[in-house]
């Protein structure tokens, strides 16, 4: 994997997004690919490269078989397609948790090898020696706490979090931990909206909500779920476009066409004269 030749120059900033906070509310999306990163990129403050991918693009059952050199492609890919938004791209499971070094070598990989800005790391209190750490080292992070995806098999599914209140509590520690270590941005995930209005107030970095009310000082979907690619999206996702659809029309029209004999058409072919 060569390093991306994309300049920084002219994005948006980690220093800038965490000045962010009870303004104007951040926009962020996900992007995996080159061409809808190069779609979305005018109209969002981030492009998150999500671990998601695993399971929006790959097919996995859960984020944990992704990879490092995954993540890597796919972030080179959308910091080469974009021009305007802070890109971060998300650590996979087993890049990070161990230990603050290991950290760093798989985060400053991420960063050398996709020209991205910033990571995000999943964990609250239990990681704040590693945010410290990376961020004393040139690694800026965002945050990601209540539902961890990562941590679907200690959850048991992927359930809305802060159910009690000592539920309640623990994510509120997580994120004030993340904040304390240094994190520029926090990803708050399927939280009640009366604890993500707390997190927010108590907070002086922004917060980004998936599932967690418009009480947050941002906002972050999976694209796939807003445009309308994800057979089952969650509860939480507004679908804005029905891109799904729209392929199918195409795939059955196509197949109609070919096998009626109607596609290829003389435009389409390299005839005569029209050989280029
Ligand atoms: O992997 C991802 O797409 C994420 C978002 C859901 C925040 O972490």
Same mark, same amino acid.
């Given at each position: 994997m060569t390093p991306s030749?994309?300049?920084? &120059?002219?994005r948006k900033t980690t220093a800038a997004m965490r000045g962010q906070k009870s303004s104007v509310p951040i926009v962020a999306l996900t992007a995996y690919t080159a061409p809808v990163a190069r779609l979305l990129d005018p109209h969002v403050d981030i492009l998150l490269v999500g671990d998601s991918l695993g399971m929006v693009?790959?097919?996995?059952?859960?984020?944990?078989?992704?990879?490092l050199e995954m993540m890597i492609a796919h972030g080179a890919a959308v910091v080469r397609a974009s021009q305007q938004a802070l890109v971060v791209v998300d650590m996979p499971f087993?890049?990070?948790? &161990?230990a603050p070094r290991a950290a760093f070598a798989a985060c400053a990989r991420v960063l050398k090898e996709t020209g991205c800005q910033a990571v995000k790391i999943e964990g609250g209190a239990e990681m704040e020696e590693t945010i410290a750490f990376l961020l004393r080292r040139g690694i800026p992070v965002m945050g990601h706490v209540a539902l961890t995806p990562q941590h679907v098999n200690v959850f048991g599914g992927y359930r809305y979090q802060g159910r009690t209140p000592a539920e309640r509590a623990k994510i509120l520690e997580d994120a004030r931990a993340v904040e304390r270590a240094g994190a520029f941005a926090v990803v708050l995930e399927a939280v009640e909206e009366t604890l993500a209005r707390e997190i927010t107030a108590a907070l002086s970095i922004p917060t980004i909500g998936i599932g967690a009310s418009p009480g947050c000082d941002g906002q972050v979907l999976v694209s796939d779920d807003m445009l309308g690619l994800t057979p089952s999206p969650p509860r939480f996702a507004k679908q804005y476009a029905a891109i799904g659809e729209t392929i199918s029309k195409a795939a059955t029209q196509y197949a109609e066409e070919v096998r009626a004999g109607r596609f290829p058409g003389p435009e389409h072919c390299f005839t005569g004269d029209k050989r280029k």
């Amino acid at each position: 994997m060569t390093p991306s030749t994309a300049s920084a &120059a002219g994005r948006k900033t980690t220093a800038a997004m965490r000045g962010q906070k009870s303004s104007v509310p951040i926009v962020a999306l996900t992007a995996y690919t080159a061409p809808v990163a190069r779609l979305l990129d005018p109209h969002v403050d981030i492009l998150l490269v999500g671990d998601s991918l695993g399971m929006v693009l790959y097919g996995m059952d859960s984020t944990l078989p992704v990879t490092l050199e995954m993540m890597i492609a796919h972030g080179a890919a959308v910091v080469r397609a974009s021009q305007q938004a802070l890109v971060v791209v998300d650590m996979p499971f087993g890049s990070y948790q &161990a230990a603050p070094r290991a950290a760093f070598a798989a985060c400053a990989r991420v960063l050398k090898e996709t020209g991205c800005q910033a990571v995000k790391i999943e964990g609250g209190a239990e990681m704040e020696e590693t945010i410290a750490f990376l961020l004393r080292r040139g690694i800026p992070v965002m945050g990601h706490v209540a539902l961890t995806p990562q941590h679907v098999n200690v959850f048991g599914g992927y359930r809305y979090q802060g159910r009690t209140p000592a539920e309640r509590a623990k994510i509120l520690e997580d994120a004030r931990a993340v904040e304390r270590a240094g994190a520029f941005a926090v990803v708050l995930e399927a939280v009640e909206e009366t604890l993500a209005r707390e997190i927010t107030a108590a907070l002086s970095i922004p917060t980004i909500g998936i599932g967690a009310s418009p009480g947050c000082d941002g906002q972050v979907l999976v694209s796939d779920d807003m445009l309308g690619l994800t057979p089952s999206p969650p509860r939480f996702a507004k679908q804005y476009a029905a891109i799904g659809e729209t392929i199918s029309k195409a795939a059955t029209q196509y197949a109609e066409e070919v096998r009626a004999g109607r596609f290829p058409g003389p435009e389409h072919c390299f005839t005569g004269d029209k050989r280029k």
